[in-house]
């Protein structure tokens, strides 16, 4: 009996250790990254294509501003933004946005990011616009996609929430902090 109920204490003890938690990071990197002077004073130009959506564009951009490593320095037809987000009516099914960095030839400095958003895009909630805009943004400071629930970089989906979340901001501060 005893042996029995030791058996049982070393199970569930295993069993606890191996589901707990490890502290891993789920947040990834693709591997490109602004130049830490831009991402600290990052600037967005709103084609006319996107000035229906203006406001939810500036507010996901402004949401990673939560980062002491990014801000939004100025939205409008300043030379030389990092970010300029379209619109199109391009049926791409599933797809609502994308986010594709324009790097300087040979290295993985991002020279500009072009946000487009399609026409799937239009038919999203508020939340949902204002999700996917912060999400290509995560893009085009250098993350990528994640399976964690817990992240506005969600592979596929939505999480509910407008705002970088903590991995998100982990993710963020792994590229940027050593970066001068």
Known sequence: MKKRYLSLIIGVALLCIMTHPTGAQAYSKLGTYLKISEAKSFK????PTAKAHKSIILNGAKSWNVSPYLNTLSIGTDTYPQFIVSSSN??????????TPWVYNGTMIVAKNEVTTYKAFNSLSTSNKAETITHE????????HVKSKSAIML?????????????DLNG???IYQGLK
Request: aromatic fraction near 10%.
């Open 44 to 47: 967005t130009f709103i084609n």
């Open 90 to 99: 391009v049926d791409k099914g599933n797809t609502v946005a994308v986010c």
């Open 172 to 174: 963020i501060k792994a």
């Open 137 to 144: 943004y995560g893009h085009g400071f250098g993350l990528g």
């Open 155 to 167: 592979d596929v989906g939505f999480i509910g929430k407008t705002v970088p979340q903590t991995d």
